[in-house]
């Protein structure tokens, strides 16, 4: 198959070619050459990237990974950074070998514990602070990657997890046996009720999980042994088989140590044929002998997360949904008494869902993260009384934005991480009293030297007369009418928020000369429980009426924007909604970016690998027994009305909206003789995240509009 020429020229763009926005006015120009740069896809893919943090108890110690980019190459290295009572940041940590990551303070506040490469293979490393040269040591020698690990709270022991095969009596195994190569030739052989196939980006190999293991730290400092499997030994009472943590992106929130240090709560999904189905992720405690571990939570079969222990050891506290098979239902806190076993909702007259949960260190209350129109930030729970308040804790006089990696600490401090739409996450040190500083300056120097961009926030009445909000973003100080790029998040139960990202990112957009324009439509989360739920079995309805409704009142509030040149553009249900307008609202724009969307939905209902999500998306049915639930908002009954051009982006790797749904959407816009443009990656997923993959995206995006939208 071979491109158009069209084509051809949107994709061979050259990188140097997006440093000047092609859409900029001449009076933008005009306003002298000492104006600052607008921010390019290169500032975006080489910006310093401030991960993971970990924190002293008395806060005096901060370290976390730092990710550069190297300009030239684009290779990527991650190395570890800290601030010593608020001091300026310094890197501690650069092996040649590899990357520095997971960063994890001792109680004792003596020992640094992180993850880096040895011969290969990702091990457990220690520094001993209180060496003037800190030295590293590695302090395990596994056959398989560590990919996680968490440290007990009495410093003796460490729960240590990676990929490994049920059968495995400790990290890794010699040989590795792969149980879905069956030979003699290369084909994988899945039997009945194997359960998951392929999973996000990857093909799965029957019989090996993610699992986890505790160790005791030797005289030495040093790991030994087999360690005890979470899941059960081979052959115990009890024993279970299935991910810890979760994949694809399960981590240490799925691990908690008790307060005594003597067992381990984590969140496991039982792994079979129902499991593609099932959102039934239960909390489990094993008690480190080596038997089965023990269901907390046997009678919720919809979702249990983010166990965490009171400092006093009395209570476990997690985050349950109430509906199985929903995977974006609200996220409720419950405590458990883990002498008496009784348990309780704490936030069930809350209508938010907790993204992340932590103590205070008192014990007292919880600290938990949730979306809240447009702002992600911090809330304080009463651990009596369920009492929510919302916290400030926005360091540096912008919009709340986005609060992430909550860190409490002792005296009422928190470590936090914060960013919003106009700038990516720092670290922030929050006393418990006074004014709160920065910790972090991965890229303070870096965007004091771009050109800022403008973000708004606006209201109007959508579908079923209801509130809904949006966001405008436009380059600042720029003269003249702009063209207008409506922007369609995906989940579809997310929110384009206030909050930075490496991939959609507005700031670049509007930076090339566009008032870029997102809108929180029904289905969105921050609004309530009902308001998110209301996208199911109405993909293509309320939401489109709110996206039609509110790209007008944003035009209409602003006579800088030109609503006469208009692109619209999405990734995954915005990538749906793509297809929708094309044959929906087929007049309304000069171009569409269709990323990874749904063109057919009942091939997306059998190709899917996550079929929980499409099926409760489609009233809880599959598609043999609801075949007109699916078919009612399918846009390839619409392609007779298509005639927007498009550019169709897909992964080879997205096993979530598989990458053969873009290339029908490619084909029927070349039956149509609409024009229309593929970009396909064969290395990604769901997402493009590769840096050179990211650059060839924004230059066939950015290509795009301009060719559309320019005067």
Known sequence: MSFRRTALSALSLSVAALSVPALMTQGAQAQGAAAPAAM???????????????????????????????????????????SVNGGAPEQITDLPAGNTTAPAISPDGKRLYFIAPRDGVDQLWVKY???????????????????????????????????????????????????????????????????????????????????????????????????VPLDGAVGATGAITGDTPGKPFGGGEDIAWSADSASVFFVARLSNRDEPTSTNLDIWQSKLDGQGPVNLTPTNRATDAMPV????????????????????????VHLRNLKTGQTRALTQGWDRSVASLAWNADGKSL????????????????????????????????????????????????????????????????????????????????????????????????ANGETVWGMVHKPVGVTGRLPVLLVVHGGPQGSFGDDWSYRWNPRVMAARGLAVVTIDFHGSTGYGQAFTDSINRNWGGWPLIDLQKGLEAAIAADPQMDGTRACAAGASYGGYMMNWIAGQWPDRF?????????????????????????????????????????????????????????????????????????????????????????LVFPDENHWVTKPKNSLQWHAAVLGWVDRWLKN
């Not at 509906?323 to 239902?329: A, F, H, N, V």
């Not at 997205?654 to 084909?667: L, N």
């Open 40 to 82: 390019t896809p290169q500032d975006l893919v080489t910006l310093r990237r401030v991960g993971a943090a970990a924190a002293s108890p008395d806060g005096r110690l901060i370290v976390w990974q730092q990710t550069e980019t190297d300009p030239v190459t684009y290779a990527r290295k991650t190395s570890l950074w800290r």
């Open 129 to 227: 602070l209180d060496s003037p040269d800190l030295v590293a040591d590695p302090l395990s020698a596994f056959k398989s990657d560590v990919a996680g690990f968490s440290l007990s709270p009495d410093g003796r022991r460490v729960v240590v997890w990676g990929e490994v095969a049920r059968d495995c009596p400790t990290l890794g195994c010699s040989p590795a046996v792969n149980t879905a190569l069956t030979g003699p030739g290369t084909g994988r052989h899945y039997r009945d009720g194997v359960g998951f196939v392929r999973h996000w980006d990857t093909w799965a190999t029957p019989g090996t999980y993610n699992r986890a293991f505790a160790y005791t730290f030797g005289a030495d400092g040093r790991i030994g042994g087999n360690g």
């Open 309 to 332: 222990v009171s400092p006093d050891g009395q209570w476990l506290a997690w985050a349950a949904m109430a509906r199985p098979g929903y995977e974006s239902d609200r996220m409720v």
């Open 367 to 462: 600290i938990a993260t949730a979306d809240e129109v447009l702002d992600h930030p911090a809330f304080r729970i009463d651990a009596k009384t369920g009492a929510v308040t919302r916290l400030s804790l926005n360091a540096t006089g912008e919009r709340e934005g986005h609060i992430a990696a909550v860190i409490p600490l002792k005296g009422g401090a928190m470590l936090v991480s914060h960013d919003t739409a106009t700038r990516p996450a720092e670290l922030f040190l929050r006393p418990a009293k006074g004014a709160a500083r920065q910790i972090s300056a991965a890229n303070t120097a870096h965007l004091a030297r771009i050109a800022p961009v403008s973000v708004s926030r606006y209201s109007f009445t959508g």
């Open 590 to 678: 000069k171009c569409l970016v269709q990323h990874d969307g749904v063109f057919d939905a009942r091939a997306m209902a059998y190709e899917t690998e996550e079929l929980w999500f499409d099926e409760w998306e489609h009233g809880g049915k599959t598609y043999y027994q609801a075949p007109e639930e699916f078919e009612k908002w399918n846009p390839v009954h619409h392609v007779a009305q298509w005639k927007t051009p498009m550019l169709v982006i897909t992964g080879q790797n997205d096993f979530r909206i598989p990458y053969t749904q873009g290339i029908a959407a490619f084909t029927a816009l070349q039956r149509r003789g609409v024009p229309g443009e593929l």
